[in-house]
């Protein structure tokens, strides 16, 4: 008897949480066993039956869908830091408090992605060090290990649903709880899972210059008192209310503080001073175009694209030739997210059309929108900034004038 049929191997599988410790181990352990549409030729296409080109089509489409996060200069600093800062915590022996990173930049640009790979290498590490067990277990016992718990704050955030997020990682109840339970359940949570790394990620959309919001920080130096990284990721943090209001230094890059003002009732008045100095603070920025080095990078990054293209043409040059890496830069802004969803849909357009290239032409009949990026909240600044762009329609094959073209002698009307 025939095993049954699965269907295509490029099928997704069940949707990844990440905000979930099951589906936080499912991403770690998945994450990079996508395997890419073959390369194929346009002779070697035209002899596929009528059905092999159905899934190949499905199959490349699946590929453009699942562009993988090429590391650039600017994440790999990113990554590093944020790789520092958790291990210089997790392998301490002193019981102090522990320094956190904060990770600043505009919407799409590639945050979370590169945080949460710099920590699964550092899950990974970690768990084969403990022999993949708890090592503060109580002897007999065999308790979940969490080196590495991820959460997203919800929009319209507050502390109570900020915990309740991080509760929700662990599988935790917390029915009828009150703040100061629920506070004290996640700090539970966190030492009795063996939790070495926090992320909090969409963190700006707390408000936390408000008074109400004053909680939310004593929660944040609570954690870091414990053995545990905080990981902040968010948009525009200097300037949220998170630190006191800082702006950029346009010769240094470096964020420069305000002196702190009198809060009035407040009942933390210096808790902005206290997390500048506890929290390291490092920017996702995207590519620029102003210098050789820069341009170098940004051919780099439009080079590795092409080489994960399925289209039936050479995609050699096809972003990096001519005066196209300007024309992507221009439309895109350096910013990595835009890049990936233009040309995601460009190659779909090219697919569709049959034209199997992509050119200035075909990028031009549409746009990029926040429609297309709809797991970031505008309204707390996450969406980013698009460059305007007029689509313009696809040209029609002109039609030939036929004025003066002979039809041959005309017809006798003789019996």
Not at 122 to 142: H, I, K, Q, S, V
Not at 220 to 227: D, G, L, Y
Request: glycine fraction near 8%; proline fraction near 7%.
């Amino acid at each position: 008897m025939n095993p049954p049929d699965n269907g295509p191997s490029f099928l997704p599988g069940a949707p990844i949480d990440r905000t979930t410790w099951e589906g936080w181990r499912r991403w770690c352990a998945s994450r990079k066993t996508f395997v890419p549409a073959p390369v194929v030729t346009a002779e070697e296409f035209e002899r596929k039956t009528k059905r092999q080109k159905y899934l190949y089509n499905l199959y490349r489409l699946a590929t453009h869908s699942s562009l993988p996060i090429d590391v650039t200069p600017m994440s790999e600093r990113v990554a590093h830091a944020v790789l520092a800062r958790v291990e210089d915590g997790a392998f301490s022996h002193k019981a102090c408090t522990r320094g956190g990173i904060m990770v600043n930049g505009d919407g799409a640009q590639g945050k979370t992605e590169t945080v949460c790979e710099a920590l699964a290498v550092f899950e990974e590490t970690w768990m084969a060090l403990n022999n993949y067990m708890n090592p503060d277990a109580m002897p007999g016992t065999r308790d979940l290990v969490a080196p590495v718990a991820y959460v997203r704050c919800p929009v319209k955030a507050t502390p109570i649903s900020t915990c309740q997020r991080i509760l929700d990682f662990y599988g935790e109840d917390y029915k009828g709880m009150r703040l100061e339970d629920l506070v004290r359940t996640v700090k539970t949570a966190i030492v009795e899972h063996a939790t070495r790394a926090l992320v909090i990620d969409d963190i700006t959309r707390l408000k936390l210059h408000r008074e109400a919001d004053q909680d939310v920080l004593d929660l944040i130096r609570e954690m870091m008192s414990m053995p545990v990284t905080l990981i902040l990721v968010g948009v525009g943090i200097p300037t949220s209310g998170l630190l006191r209001e800082g702006r950029r230094d346009p010769k240094t890059q470096d964020w420069i503080y305000q002196p702190i003002k009198d809060r009035g009732r407040s009942p933390n008045s210096h808790a902005a001073s206290q997390h500048e100095r506890r929290f390291q603070i490092v920017d996702l920025d995207p590519f620029r175009y102003t210098t050789g080095t820069d341009t170098s990078a940004w051919m780099e990054h439009l080079a590795r694209l092409e080489g994960h293209l399925r289209l039936l043409n050479d995609t050699t040059g096809m972003l990096t030739g001519g005066d196209m890496p300007e024309y992507l830069f221009n439309r895109t802004g350096g910013v990595v997210g835009v890049l990936e969803k233009l040309i995601q849909h460009g190659c779909r357009r090219a697919t569709e059309d049959k034209s199997e290239r992509l050119t200035q032409e075909l990028f031009n009949q549409f746009t990029v929108t926040p429609g297309d990026m709809p797991d970031l909240d505008g309204e707390s600044g996450e969406q980013p900034k698009i460059p305007p762009h007029k689509p313009t329609p696809k040209k029609k094959p002109k039609g030939r004038n036929t004025v003066f073209d002979d039809d041959g002698p005309a017809e006798s009307n003789a019996g």
